[in-house]
């Protein structure tokens, strides 16, 4: 089981970026996906997730701005920010739940696992 996310990069205030989670070694109708983030200096923090089924959950603090997508036959998962702010800045995970199909605890790093190392995405004005 394998993920690795990548799409990261430089943007300014109020511009998008698209980030994909590869995933091999499984199936993403078997598993939920979560979208972890790490701003400097502050802890690993999920907030978006997407089910086994499809279901997508994002947090308050970036619904209306992130979205959460997948693509079956590609074996993998999109994030879509817009109106990136600065304090979105942060390297981005993704991980496949821990026997988990449905995203209930997509905020527990614990229940997550085949971090990968992530991507960068700063945002600067």
């Known amino acids: 089981v394998q993920l690795q996310a990548f799409g990261g990069g430089l943007v300014q205030p109020g511009g998008s970026l698209r980030l994909s989670c590869a995933a091999s070694g499984f199936t993403l109708d078997v598993y939920a996906i979560a979208w972890f983030r790490q701003a400097p200096g502050k802890e690993r923090e999920g907030f978006s997730c997407i089910s086994r089924r499809g279901t997508t959950y994002t947090l308050d603090s970036v619904k209306g701005r992130f979205t959460v997508s997948r693509d079956i036959a590609k074996n993998t998962v999109y994030l879509q920010m817009n109106s990136l702010k600065p304090e979105d800045t942060a390297v981005y995970y993704c991980?496949?739940?821990?026997?988990?199909?449905?995203?209930?605890?997509?905020?527990?790093?614990?229940?997550?696992?085949?971090w990968g190392q992530g991507t960068l995405v700063t945002v600067f004005s």
């Open positions: 991980a496949v739940g821990i026997g988990r199909s449905g995203c209930g605890a997509f905020r527990v790093e614990t229940e997550f696992g085949s």
